[in-house]
Every structure is written in structure tokens, then in C-alpha cells.
């Protein structure tokens, strides 16, 4: 509980802010679409819920907090944030809407494993946490949530530098390779597949097996 309670919080910061940093530097395109920022803004908003609608350029029915993307990005509440619009169409990230879906899922789940945790350690400190039943059940229903925040994660990061297969260098079009065929593209694909998918299922195989044993008992008769 205490490993994952600092893990929480350090992916937060200052590895995720740094890594917020490094988009903002080098990839201001990425940014404004992880954010659904299609206009350059001072004292930029950021945005909590809402649908982005790429063709019409705006965020529906969004919930946002005011100024808070520019501190957060620059440490300053009036700093210019580059929107969509200072940036060459060819240049915006292919498939903004499942961009910025998969960066708000990350960002999201993140946010529920600190409180999670927070309230589980505290109730671990006061001893409290075995027989609270409902912060057992949310620690229960949290362990698919970090595999789909990690494949959010890398879905945010792929499409992100979209459409560039070395950013600002090399389009993923002029990626491809006239000496391999879309045969052996398939078969290594079909390879990773299996390989996660058998660890995947014996994964599954011994936490159902250890559900079956039960918790170790350490507890000493009383005499």
C-alpha cells in the first residue's frame, strides 16, 4: 500500500510533469491535441470532461478549470499555450478525438490511484483498513485500472506524434521498408500477440489459484 501510494504520487511528480514538459518543448502540436486546445490561448483552460469536435474546432459540453493548463505547462497563470491553429493542418496528430481520449483516461485513472491509495494508507495507519469493507472492495475493483491507464498511456504517446515517425524529421509514411513484406509484418505482430496473451493468461491462472488458498494466516494461537 505504501509502494503504490508513492508510486501514485510520483507519476504524478515529478515524473509526469516532467514528461508534460518534454511535449510541451518539443511537441506543442501533441499538446494542444492530448488538451483539445484548438485555439491559442492565454491563461489557457484546462479541460476535465468534454467531446472534442475537430471539424467545428471546439470542446463540447466541456468542464473545465480556468487558467490552470497554462500553470501547469509554463508555472504561470497568464502564459500563451499554442493551440491547434498555430500549427500547419498536415502537422496535427491523425486521430485527435482518440488522442485526447486516451490522454484524459490516463491522466483520470492516475487521478483515482492517489485518492485511492491516500484514503487506503490512511486507513492502513490507523489500523482500520482490514476491516473497512468498502476500501477493500475499491482496491479490489482498482486492479484492472493500471493496465488501462499503461495502455492509455502508450496509446498517448503513439498517436501523439502522429503523423511523424521521427518528430519534425521524418513522416511515419516515408517509414516504410520495401525489403520487408506485410507477410512478416503479421507474422511479428501475431508473435506479440501470443506472447501477451499466454502471459496474460497465467497471469489470470495464479491469481485465481492464490484466491482459492486464501490469505496466509500468521496469526498465533492464543494459550
Given at each position: 500500500?505504501?509502494?503504490?501510494?508513492?508510486?501514485?504520487v510520483?507519476?504524478?511528480?515529478?515524473s509526469?510533469?516532467?514528461?508534460?514538459?518534454?511535449?510541451?518543448?518539443?511537441?506543442?502540436?501533441?499538446?494542444a491535441?492530448m488538451?483539445?486546445?484548438?485555439?491559442?490561448?492565454?491563461?489557457?483552460?484546462?479541460i476535465?470532461?468534454?467531446?472534442?469536435d475537430v471539424?467545428?474546432r471546439?470542446?463540447?459540453?466541456?468542464?473545465?478549470v480556468?487558467?490552470?493548463?497554462s500553470?501547469?505547462?509554463?508555472y504561470r497563470w497568464?502564459?500563451?499555450?499554442?493551440?491547434?491553429?498555430?500549427f500547419?493542418?498536415?502537422?496535427?496528430?491523425?486521430?485527435i478525438?482518440?488522442?485526447?481520449?486516451s490522454?484524459?483516461?490516463?491522466v483520470?485513472?492516475?487521478?483515482?490511484?492517489?485518492?485511492?491509495?491516500?484514503?487506503?494508507?490512511?486507513l492502513?495507519?490507523?489500523?482500520?483498513?482490514?476491516s473497512?469493507?468498502?476500501?477493500?472492495w475499491?482496491?479490489?475493483?482498482s486492479?484492472?485500472?493500471p493496465y488501462?491507464?499503461?495502455?492509455a498511456?502508450?496509446?498517448?504517446?503513439?498517436?501523439?506524434?502522429?503523423p511523424w515517425?521521427?518528430?519534425?524529421?521524418?513522416?511515419?509514411?516515408?517509414g516504410s521498408?520495401p525489403?520487408?513484406?506485410?507477410?512478416?509484418?503479421?507474422?511479428?505482430?501475431?508473435?506479440?500477440?501470443?506472447?501477451?496473451?499466454?502471459?496474460?493468461?497465467?497471469?489470470l491462472?495464479l491469481?485465481?489459484?492464490?484466491l482459492h488458498?486464501?490469505?496466509?494466516?500468521?496469526?498465533?494461537?492464543v494459550?
Amino acid at each position: 500500500m505504501i509502494v503504490g501510494l508513492f508510486a501514485s504520487v510520483f507519476e504524478l511528480f515529478p515524473s509526469g510533469d516532467g514528461q508534460g514538459r518534454n511535449v510541451v518543448l518539443h511537441q506543442p502540436a501533441t499538446l494542444a491535441a492530448m488538451e483539445g486546445l484548438f485555439e491559442t490561448r492565454q491563461g489557457a483552460p484546462l479541460i476535465i470532461v468534454g467531446q472534442p469536435d475537430v471539424q467545428n474546432r471546439k470542446i463540447d459540453n466541456p468542464l473545465h478549470v480556468p487558467k490552470l493548463l497554462s500553470f501547469l505547462t509554463y508555472y504561470r497563470w497568464s502564459a500563451e499555450v499554442k493551440g491547434l491553429d498555430a500549427f500547419p493542418r498536415d502537422e496535427w496528430p491523425d486521430n485527435i478525438p482518440l488522442l485526447y481520449y486516451s490522454y484524459h483516461i490516463m491522466v483520470g485513472l492516475g487521478t483515482v490511484f492517489i485518492a485511492v491509495l491516500m484514503v487506503c494508507s490512511f486507513l492502513l495507519f490507523r489500523k482500520k483498513l482490514f476491516s473497512t469493507r468498502w476500501a477493500l472492495w475499491a482496491l479490489l475493483l482498482s486492479v484492472p485500472f493500471p493496465y488501462i491507464a499503461n495502455t492509455a498511456g502508450w496509446m498517448t504517446a503513439e498517436l501523439g506524434r502522429q503523423p511523424w515517425l521521427v518528430y519534425g524529421i521524418m513522416r511515419t509514411a516515408q517509414g516504410s521498408s520495401p525489403t520487408v513484406s506485410a507477410g512478416n509484418s503479421l507474422f511479428t505482430l501475431l508473435g506479440f500477440l501470443g506472447l501477451y496473451f499466454v502471459m496474460g493468461a497465467l497471469f489470470l491462472v495464479l491469481v485465481i489459484r492464490r484466491l482459492h488458498v486464501g490469505p496466509d494466516d500468521d496469526r498465533q494461537p492464543v494459550r
